[in-house]
């Protein structure tokens, strides 16, 4: 079965074209970074404007490359939530009149759910059940994913999102628009032990997460640094905080898999791309006789080949729209 997919949930365009949900056959992402970057994140109104100019090239595009046309198409998958809700809307209304041009079914696909099955494209023997760390910039999960479309949340941040804390300090540092990379780079040339930033607990609840008092000791720590005139380390900053994050995550992740008694692990979401999260995740693993799974780099950040595996399984389960489909700036993953 084939599927065209298309993702417009922030700030890339993208569209693919996925076999059976687990054979890429095209994908295609038209990104905005650089024009978001000029105001230090994400402004939602360029963002639907952008989607609204580039879709019908990038879905003609990623239907090019699959060497098909619509008519070999066998359904239709959209981001329709969470996400921005002018950006949502337009992949969500392109869909629909592709639906209604072809009269092929309409599959309503959630963003999260869709970057857990990142994983399956990346893993052709992974198969639910399996416990998922979904880390992106606006969600901070510890996810039991039952079955395809059946997911429990065990765990999740109480503040900011993973991606967003990295965001945020990389900006006080001077870092452009999405800071997590470039921290992440930098980071690998710092001394992780140089700083010490605290460790947050969630009290009662031991696989949440809290991010925003780490965020704020980071700035503090900058802006108190720069006051004084004294020099700071960019390295040995980057390579803290970032030790600091993915011990938090690594640390609640590998608590709710023990506790749980799943010993099957997969990592999804932008940061899924962060290479300490990928090592110490692997080593954590490693040590307690886990099977770890990650998404190749090529499909942790937003991309529409997720949204393409994840919508086969969202069609087989009988998860179709019809024309009154709407975009939804929030929903959870657990949702029937
Ligand atoms: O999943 P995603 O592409 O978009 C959302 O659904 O939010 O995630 C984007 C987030 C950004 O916050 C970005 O800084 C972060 O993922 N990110 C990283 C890395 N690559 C992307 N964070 C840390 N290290 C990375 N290597
Ligand atoms: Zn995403």
Known sequence: MKILSIETSCDETAAAVVEDGRKVLGSVIASQVEEHKLYGGV???IASRRHAEAISQVVAK????????????????????????????????????????????LVPTHHLRSHIASNYISHKELKPPFMCLVVS???????????????????????????????????????????????????ELGDPTAFKFPRPVVHDAPYDFS?????????????NTEQ????????????SFRSAVVELLVSNFMKACEDFGVKTLAVAG????????????????????????????????????????????????GNIADLSLNACATLPIDYR
């Open 43 to 45: 402004v939602p109104e």
């Open 270 to 317: 932008g940061v899924s791309a962060n290479s300490l999260l990928r090592r110490r995740l692997s080593e954590e693993s490693a040590k307690r006789g886990f099977t770890f799974f990650k998404p190749d780099k090529s499909v942790c950040t937003d991309n529409a080949a997720m949204v393409g595996s994840q919508g086969y399984y969202e069609y087989l389960s």
């Open 62 to 105: 990623a239907l090019d490359d699959a060497a098909l046309t619509l008519e070999d198409i066998d359904a239709i998958a959209v981001t329709h939530a969470p996400g921005l809700i002018g950006a949502l809307l337009v992949g969500v209304n392109f869909a629909k009149g592709l639906s209604l041009a072809t009269g092929k079914p």
């Open 137 to 187: 910039g606006g969600h901070s999960h510890i996810v039991m994913v039952e079955d395809y479309t059946k997911m429990k949340v065990i765990g999740r941040t109480r503040d900011d999102a993973a991606g967003e804390a990295f965001d945020k300090a990389a900006r006080a540092l001077g870092m452009p628009y999405p800071g997590g990379i470039e921290m992440d780079r930098i980071a």
């Open 211 to 223: 991010f925003s008092g780490l965020k704020t000791a980071v700035i503090n720590l900058i802006h």
């Open 228 to 239: 004084r005139g004294e020099p700071l380390s960019k390295e040995d900053l980057c390579a």
